[in-house]
């Protein structure tokens, strides 16, 4: 299993910028297997995968739900949609079995993120990557990151 998450990057059609083996559940079913929760946020979900999601035929309005995401005040400084439970139903209608079925492949929250760092190195353009786990301690209930890859191209 391998669970889809959108980064933005420098080419969309990379493979690598939409999936990543990680993801797992921290608490499996049982000892002895793995889990792996599989949706997708589709508060952060770049175009590609929110068409992908969509139902056939209505791909197109993977646009419609980034565009409502980034829509902010006049002044340009605040975004003022509210992307709480079940937000794309202001933006698309679905039938019952639709809504259903999309409903079993979304989340509205992540812990899973990716952070890119270019700059110049000796005039040479230098990019770190880091994949970060955002969780929270069992003892003090606090939320902290922790870097889980750290690769440098």
Same mark, same amino acid.
């Given at each position: ?10 080419? /969309? ?111 040479? /353009?230098?990019?770190? /990557? ?24």
């Amino acid at each position: 299993h391998i669970e889809a998450h959108s980064f933005p990057t420098r080419r /969309s059609s990379d493979l690598e910028d939409i999936f990543t083996v990680y993801g797992m559940n921290a608490q499996p079913p049982s000892p002895k297997t793995y889990a792996y929760p599989g949706k997708i946020n589709i508060n952060t979900a770049g175009i590609e995968i929110l068409a992908a999601l969509l139902p056939r035929g209505m791909d197109d309005l993977a646009q419609d739900l980034v565009d409502f995401r980034k829509e902010k005040s006049e002044d340009g400084e605040t975004f003022i949609n509210f992307l709480d439970k079940g937000w794309y139903e202001r933006v698309i209608e679905f039938s019952k079995n639709e809504k259903e079925t999309f409903d079993r492949m979304i989340r509205y929250d992540s812990t899973l993120f990716k952070a890119e760092c270019r700059s110049l190195v000796n005039q040479k /353009s230098v990019t770190v /990557s880091a994949f970060i786990l955002r969780e929270q301690n069992k003892k003090t209930n606090q939320w902290g990151c922790r870097i889980i890859q750290l690769t440098r191209d």
